[in-house]
């Protein structure tokens, strides 16, 4: 067997670190200026060493990760998760963004559009009663 690299193509990290869903993808995101390295951008073949720092943004939501094992190979969500650790500003910084995008959703009007012949009819029986 041979022995794990000690340094991969950050696009291919990022796949195995199941950040992407596909290498071209994690390419694409690099290349917009969506995953750095150190804060700075970079090119889809920087080479990700063990304990660089990096920072994705994907739907709004920005992960900022310390790299702790390096991957070539996608292989298991569990076994994903050993290749980083995230900081604990970001874990909370991120999970307020979900908690304020669930409240906006619970304020958001729930059905949007034109009432069926049912609502209607459900507000007329309302309007009818004494």
């Known amino acids: 067997m041979t022995d794990p690299p000690d340094r991969v193509r950050l696009d291919k990290w ?3 670190a199941r950040f992407y869903k ?15 390295a150190g804060g700075e951008r970079v090119k889809p073949a920087h080479p990700v ?5 990096l920072t994705v943004r994907k739907h709004g939501l920005v992960w900022t990760v310390a ?8 292989g298991a ?17 991120r999970l307020q963004a979900i908690a304020e995008r669930k409240a906006a959703m619970a304020a958001a ?3 949007p559009g034109r009432p069926t012949k049912r609502d209607r ?3 007329e029986d309302f309007l009818d009663e004494p």
């Open 14 to 16: 990022l796949w195995a």
């Open 22 to 36: 596909t290498r071209s993808l994690a390419a694409q995101a690099i290349e917009a200026g969506q995953a750095r």
């Open 49 to 53: 060493r063990v304990g660089e720092q």
């Open 67 to 74: 790299v702790l094992a390096v991957s070539d190979r996608r």
């Open 77 to 93: 969500g569990a076994d994903a998760a050993l290749l980083y650790r995230e900081f604990e500003e970001s874990a909370a910084l």
């Open 109 to 111: 009007p729930r059905f």
């Open 121 to 123: 009819r459900k507000l």
